[in-house]
């Protein structure tokens, strides 16, 4: 009865305090400018598919994509050259967002990476027109069922999924967030804010339908189960330190929390909680850069989703989510450094081995990637595990270098096509060189990048997150991660000799010429991958001064 009194009590006060008494939260929204601009387009680009007429649709969502991702990645620029990644880097959003060099850095990749995926999404000439209609890599009507009389009308009234731009900024502005959340709940949002538009834009292959949808499903499901567990460490996180906020958690961590909540005094500092919390959020994300033992959807969805989607997924998914996992065991877990060094050391041997001994037996160009994909993801976590200034640095220039090269491969693969679509059996690509040398010669080059042949960004990747490693003491897995890499060249130079000292099957698959959209993202991946090659010292400095995260 008294509980029953003093909770009557406490709602009466609240029902009577004055209103003015109620704080207004403070948003900085210069700072979020980069994430409200995406999402503002996204929105616009829900209207213009309901108002604006059918075959203006993607000449409006092209313009105000591109348009929206070039003045968004102004804004980070104008936030870094304010002071904002390095002097005047602090927490905005009341708490929930960190404006600091990591940030800005992560989501400048992702917005130039996500421009030059999107010129891949609007190809519409490398398929023969389709009753007089060009069309694209995309589902003419996605709800129809593959192969029914509603899906056949679609394809002859020229029916277009413009829907899939505002999807893919709804995808980026979740990304964006993703590696700048400062609280789990945050994180929590951004994650399923550019999941569930993959998820969709998977399930939209115009050729292959059924695998297409067989992929969106897997993915959905995986994906799914990723963030039950990264929801679940959150909530025994929570009970750890009785807040969901990146400084706070640190602090209950480090044993310097100030005031601590009566209610939760008996659970909080219970290292049960802490250590299953951390797991479960670190599964999450190690989900979704493609870290055996959590990598299985990998080769599915890579193979199974449109090419454009499966290149503009593979660099800037790992980018967000190797954001996220730095500032998570940089802000958040430093204190337990002694307790998950160990097993992500596990996981990167584990994840480089695994990638490159599989990826030998593929026969598919997608799967090979995919595989290929997994085996970076390792090479990347020799970085993470450096747990120091140069081995933020080395990631981050690796994410920069892997995301052109990766986006710049896949749109190669949308070339090569024969009567059914893209002809990725390996058995159709022997020969290509001799057939058409220029593309040859600019899918060798990113296959030596993936290789870490000198006098390409993938080298100087290697050699950084190698480097960072060695220093803090990782030296066996440095020459684990170049034993690793001495088999991914052995299956990345098997292509180069298929190609360029085989000969050309009679029936074999030709080299559609693309639009000059294509050929902007084609050249923009070449000249990247050498310029971060021969001249990576600018680039390692920018990362170099990018390192700080903001507590």
């Known amino acids: 009865m008294s509980t029953l009194t003093s909770a009557h009590s406490l709602w009466t006060l609240a029902a009577e305090a004055p209103a003015d008494r109620i704080p207004a939260p403070t948003i900085e929204y210069a ?76 989501q400048g990749t992702i917005l130039l990476a996500s421009i030059v995926a999107v010129f891949t999404f609007a190809e519409r000439r490398l398929d023969p027109a389709a009753h007089g ?50 609280d789990l709940l945050t994180l929590f949002i951004a994650l ?120 503009f997924m593979a660099a800037a998914t790992k980018v967000a989510a190797f954001g996220a996992l730095l500032r998570l065991l940089y802000v958040v877990l430093p204190g337990l450094r002694w307790d998950w060094r160990p097993v992500m050391w596990a996981v990167a041997i584990v994840t480089m081995l695994a990638g490159a001994v599989i990826a030998v037996t593929q026969t598919d160009v997608k799967r090979l990637l995919a595989y290929s994909s997994i085996a970076h993801a390792g090479f990347i976590l020799a970085g993470v595990i450096a747990t120091s200034a140069e081995g933020v640095q080395s990631v981050l220039f690796y994410l920069g270098a892997y995301s052109f090269v990766t986006i710049g491969a896949f749109a190669v693969v949308t070339l090569v096509r024969d009567a059914g679509g893209e002809a990725t059996h390996l058995s159709k690509w022997a020969g290509l060189g001799r057939r058409s040398p220029l593309t040859a010669a600019v899918f060798a080059v990113f296959l030596l990048a993936f290789a870490g042949i000198p006098l390409t960004s993938g080298f100087t990747g290697k050699f950084a997150v190698f480097r960072a490693a060695a220093e803090s003491g990782a030296g066996v897995l440095v020459v684990i991660g170049v034993l690793s890499s001495a088999i991914a060249a052995f299956f990345y130079i098997r292509v180069i000799v298929l190609m360029f000292f085989s000969e050309p099957k009679a029936d074999g698959p030709t080299v559609a010429v693309p639009s000059p959209l294509t050929m902007t993202t084609i050249a923009v991946g070449v000249a990247v991958t050498l310029a971060l090659g021969l001249a990576p010292q600018y680039f390692l400095e920018v990362a170099g001064q990018a390192s700080t995260f903001v507590r």
């Open 31 to 106: 700072q979020l400018a980069p994430t409200l601009i995406v999402v503002g387009a996204a929105v616009l680009g829900i209207l213009v598919e309901a108002f604006v007429p059918r075959k203006a649709r993607y000449y409006v969502q092209v313009f105000l994509t591109v348009a929206a991702l070039a003045s968004a990645f102004a804004a980070v620029v104008g936030l870094a050259a304010g002071g904002y990644g390095s002097t005047k880097a602090h927490i905005a959003a009341m708490g929930a967002i960190a404006v600091d060099g990591p940030a800005l850095f992560l």
């Open 133 to 182: 209609n060009r069309v694209d890599s995309f589902a003419a009507q996605a709800a129809s069922v593959p192969g029914s009389d509603s899906e056949k009308a679609a394809v002859k009234a020229g029916f277009t999924t413009t829907e899939v731009f505002p999807l893919a900024l709804f995808a980026i502005a979740g990304m964006l967030i993703f590696p700048a959340a400062n």
């Open 192 to 311: 399923e804010v550019f999941s569930l538009p993959l998820y969709l834009l998977c399930a939209l292959a115009r050729r292959q339908r059924l695998m297409s949808q067989e992929a969106a499903v897997k993915y959905f499901l995986l994906g799914a189960f990723s963030s039950a567990f990264l929801l679940f460490g959150i909530a025994l996180l929570y009970g750890y330190a009785g807040s969901v906020s990146y400084a706070v958690i640190a602090d209950v961590v480090d044993g310097t929390v100030a005031n601590i909540d009566p209610a939760l005094a008996s659970t909080m500092g219970n290292d049960a909680l802490l250590l299953i919390g951390g797991a479960l959020i670190m599964m999450g994300l190690l989900f979704k850069v493609g870290a055996v033992p959590f990598h299985m959807w990998t080769p599915d969805v890579y193979q199974g989703a449109p090419t454009p989607i499966t290149g």
